[in-house]
């Protein structure tokens, strides 16, 4: 089984490409409407605190925040890690092993060690300002491609940029 520091050793560089680097947003095949279902790009992520981290990785994102799957790749294309959820499981493909989490809350926490909101993050994605506790969203930046978010409270500090080309 992966102990959550070799997760982050091998993940967090992925997903924080996820956040902070390039992503395509592409409308899924049966979408007449402006949401979308589907990115691609960079992401970075960086937690703040008594072990402070930060990462960054390719990373394509499809689905919605009920349905979906997270891949993360390196900058040579090798797959870090694959988050899968349903309303039912939620999974963490890392090679030939798997574990299961309850939700894709705790399934995004256990693979990058921060609590970032699955739900608030789609509809950022999409446009929409979801408030959420603690957290800032900076949606003023989507027509040039960028996305951040950052997380005062609680502890630790956690800020996620996410940059790509709107098409």
Not at 80 to 107: C, H, I, K, M, Y
Not at 124 to 136: F, K, M
């Amino acid at each position: 089984m992966l102990s959550r520091r070799h997760v982050l050793a091998v993940a967090g560089p992925a997903f924080g490409l996820f956040l902070a680097g390039c992503a395509t947003p592409r409308p899924s095949a049966d979408s007449a409407t402006s949401n979308r279902e589907s990115w691609s790009g960079r992401l970075a992520l960086r937690v703040e605190g008594d072990a402070s981290q930060s990462f960054a990785a390719l990373f394509d994102l499809r689905g919605t925040s009920e349905r979906g799957t997270l891949t993360l790749t390196s900058p040579i294309g090798s797959t870090l890690a694959e988050l899968r959820w349903t309303p039912t499981e939620a999974l963490l493909v890392n090679g030939n092993q798997t574990r299961r989490f309850d939700s894709v809350d705790t399934l995004v926490l256990a693979a990058t060690g921060a609590a970032v909101p699955v739900r608030a993050l789609f509809a950022w994605l999409d446009g929409r300002d979801e408030g959420v506790a603690g957290w800032r969203a900076d949606l003023s930046q989507l027509a040039d491609g960028r996305l951040n978010a950052v997380r005062e409270t609680p502890s630790p500090r956690t800020e996620l940029r996410v940059i790509f080309d709107r098409q």
